[in-house]
Structure formats: C-alpha cells, structure tokens
C-alpha cells in the first residue's frame, strides 16, 4: 500500500453488488468483482470474480471466494 497512488504498480479496484440486510443470513450481496490495472498505463491485468452460488451469498463469503481465487492464481 502507497500514500500516493502515483507511487503505485497495481491498482486495485473492489465492486461488491447490492449489499443487502437479510434476517437470516445476515450482510448478503449478489456478486463480487476485483480488478487489477497497472497503474501508469491503465492496462488491466487480471479480474477476480466471486464463484456462483445457489444461495445469494454472504459479503464475507463473496470476500473469501475471491480471496481464494487469488490463492489459485498465484
């Protein structure tokens, strides 16, 4: 992490979809997206969606599901 995001290599931008209070499960959303542009040129790198589920998935479960395809990646 930088101060300043021109002394930055990567920026990374976090899209979580229409977070919502369910009664049941709590924080839940309908998707998550983060993507990695290089900074100086704009050019994007890699995008990282959360998997499907059946049931609209909590927000941290959106948050780990991409954090596990980050692992795979690298």
Request: no cysteine.
């Amino acid at each position: 992490m930088v101060d300043n995001p021109a002394d930055a290599d990567l920026i990374a931008a976090l899209s979580i979809g229409t977070v919502r209070f369910d009664p049941v499960g709590g924080w839940i959303a309908d998707r998550g997206i983060l993507q990695f542009q290089e900074a100086k040129t704009g050019t994007m790198v890699a995008v990282v969606r959360a998997n499907k589920q059946a049931i609209t998935p909590t927000v941290n479960r959106i948050v780990s599901n991409m954090i596990s395809e980050i692992e795979e990646l690298y």
